[in-house]
């Protein structure tokens, strides 16, 4: 996991029921880099540096003033972009999809289609909170998925559709690893549902939610989108759940 920002911002914006809505809570922003013989794949980007310097002038006026943006080094100084064989981004939201412009041309960049229609609709761009300069040139590479996707096709990497934070959410399981991103912000939010205030379908997010909470019952580890309690930057440990004795 790499650290790619902190945002700060009102914590009942993140999670209904909050005690004290108003008050800042300073949360992680990471994004992920996977490592196999032949491929280095980076799963998000995290901020784009001139949204950290001025948000306002990069993106202009509106509700990115929510956001007090923190950057100490963007993903290009942590990792040799020119280096990726493939970008995978878990939705568009700003936090996720900023440093897109940043990534080499020559990158395929694997998405859902229906998370890269919805930015081009101007309702559900409005809805889902999509800043569209993130992604207004389209990449080169574009490579649109739909649903459950087997990214390297030997099993390894598994992109799994986990709409309703946004219309195309996606996670990203890496062995024994679930890579959440924002169906979850929290790790708790598995178990109490108490989703951000804003979001595509918070029905259908309840669902994805279910089906993270499944895998992790059967033993495997999920990492949450946004969690200053349980994200810290360094390796993952891909581990798969050990067999019952029926199993054996």
Do not use: C, K
């Not at 989703?195 to 033993?219: I, K, N, T, Y």
Request: hydrophobic fraction near 40%.
């Amino acid at each position: 996991m790499l650290n790619v920002g902190w945002m700060t911002t009102a914590a009942g914006m993140w999670r209904q029921g909050e005690e004290d809505p108003g008050r800042r809570a300073r949360f992680p922003i990471p994004a992920y880099l996977i490592e196999t013989d032949t491929e280095r794949i980076l799963v998000d980007t995290g901020l784009h540096p001139a949204a950290v310097a001025d948000p306002e002038a990069h993106y202009g006026h509106g509700a990115i003033a929510l956001f007090e943006l923190e950057q100490d080094e963007p993903v290009g100084e942590q990792v040799d972009l020119d280096t990726l064989t493939m970008v995978v981004l878990t939705h568009l939201h700003f936090d996720h999809a900023g440093g897109l412009a940043q990534m080499p041309a020559s990158v395929p960049v694997v998405i859902q289609r229906l998370e890269w229609e919805s930015g081009q609709d101007r309702a559900a761009v409005e809805r889902n909170f999509f800043l569209p300069r993130d992604y207004a040139d389209a990449p080169p590479n574009l490579v649109l998925v739909d649903g459950d996707h087997d990214l390297l096709d030997d099993g390894t990497i598994e992109l799994l559709s986990t709409p309703g934070h946004t219309a195309g959410h996606q996670s990203v399981r890496v062995g024994g690893v679930v890579l959440g991103a924002d169906a979850a912000h929290y790790a708790s939010t598995l178990d109490d549902h108490r989703f951000p205030v804003f979001g595509h379908d918070l029905e259908e997010q309840g669902r994805s939610a279910e089906r993270l909470r499944e895998l992790r019952q059967s033993g495997l580890t999920i990492q949450p989108g946004h969690d200053p309690d349980v994200l810290r930057p360094g390796p993952l440990t891909a581990w798969r759940r050990r067999p019952t004795s029926s199993e054996i």
